[in-house]
């Protein structure tokens, strides 16, 4: 099977949930780097997905969202980055494009996908849906909402960035539409043939 090891960024204003995000989907693993005074933190998370292995090897902010000297090296040699904001915080929205901006003085052209988090607040809400869509249409990301409180979405994030990436590594052909139904029904073929044999096990 193919292998990759992807490192994908995650950044955005503080609070906004990026740690929550990046716990819930990666506690299996955690590990930490000292880099000077601060701190990186790197989860790493090992997926199947559109029949390739792909290594996720995602860093977490630990303060560098206030020291901007610091930031190059943390996006340094990243494929893809999150974009965090929150929905009840119109504040993190507005610096979303300061975020891309400031990450393309590091690397080149990659792909993004802008998360508003947070949905579980239903009447905190200050930034709709539609606007949320609408800049990531005008910023040329992806885009969904999350909440890293509830769950909903986090697995969603990781595997559209690293759909996107594989996509650009050609590894998903440009008419990937069909591919990816295909590699679905895959993903959910396992368990079923696993309960087909346990089935077949109880018959005999
Ligand atoms: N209700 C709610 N709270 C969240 C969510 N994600 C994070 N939080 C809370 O928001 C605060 C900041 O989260 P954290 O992950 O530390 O933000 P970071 O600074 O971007 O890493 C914490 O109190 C979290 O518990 C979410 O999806 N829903
Ligand atoms: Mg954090």
Redesign the pocket.
């Known amino acids: 099977m193919t292998q990759r090891n992807y490192k994908i960024v995650l950044i955005?204003?503080?609070?906004?949930?990026?740690?929550?995000?990046v716990t819930r989907f990666a506690k299996d693993y955690f590990e930490q780097n000292y880099l000077r005074t601060l701190v990186i933190n790197y989860y790493i998370k090992t997926q199947i997905i559109n029949n390739v292995e792909v290594k996720m090897i995602i860093t977490?902010?630990a303060g560098q969202?206030a020291f901007q000297r610091l930031r190059s090296s943390y996006y340094k040699g990243a494929r893809g980055a999150i974009i965090?904001y929150s929905i009840n915080d119109r504040h993190s929205f507005g610096q979303v494009e300061y975020w891309k901006n400031e990450m393309f003085k590091t690397l080149n052209e990659l792909p993004i996908i802008i998360v508003g988090?947070?949905?579980?607040?239903l009447e905190q809400r200050k930034v709709s849906t539609s606007e949320g869509r609408l800049l990531a249409k005008k910023l040329g990301c992806l885009f969904i909402e999350?909440?890293?409180?509830t769950g909903e979405n986090i697995n969603e994030i990781f595997k559209m960035i690293v759909k996107d990436i594989l996509r650009k590594d050609d590894l998903i052909s440009t008419n990937g539409e069909k591919e990816d139904i295909q590699v679905d029904k895959e993903e959910e073929q396992k368990p079923v043939n696993e309960e087909e044999i346990e089935n077949k096990q109880q018959e005999q």
Do not use: H, P
């Open positions: 955005g204003n503080a609070l906004v949930g990026k740690t929550a995000i977490d902010t969202e965090v988090n947070k949905i579980d607040l999350s909440s890293a409180k």
